[in-house]
């Protein structure tokens, strides 16, 4: 009831009072900054903008599917990650003939993916995900891919190992395509 009241006879001293009162209760709970951090203030995040300043180049992210946010915050051209439209220009790349529209012609979550389990090279494993398989070897990533973000080392004769960062508990491996 006294709550009440206060709001009758003085509004403005009430509201500031439960203003005050649901920060107290929320602040803990509810941080306003916590943990949220610039990619590009990190050894991951300047290591991956100083690789493609001295020599630009489209990424792709050949690990978890968190590393594709690793690679937009750092503001680099990359082909990993979602697409609201699908790009003509990189499936024109990875399917030419357009024998797998129905796979990639949609709203998805484009992934490079360096198994050897996935039956085509484009695939859909859901509804929303299309699967590209990563051969650093073939044509099509040579002549348009530069590099590549792994949280794996990469056995393969045409990538070049161009330096390996730690980003807290993890190591990553950044490739420069041979």
Known sequence: GGVSA?????????????????????????????????IRDTALGQTIKDIDEQDPGNWVNVGPIYNTAVLAESDVVHLSGVYGYPDERLWSWLDPTGAQ????NRYAYVLFVSDDTIPTTISSPSPDVVTVSFDPCAPVMQEHVQYALSNAPMASSCVALERTVMQGAMEYYIYRLD
């Open 6 to 38: 206060l709001f009758l006879i003085r509004p403005a001293i009430a509201a500031v009072g439960l203003a005050v009162f649901g920060l107290a209760i929320c602040g803990a709970v509810n941080p306003i900054y916590d943990g949220v951090y610039d």
């Open 101 to 104: 529209v129905g796979v990639w």
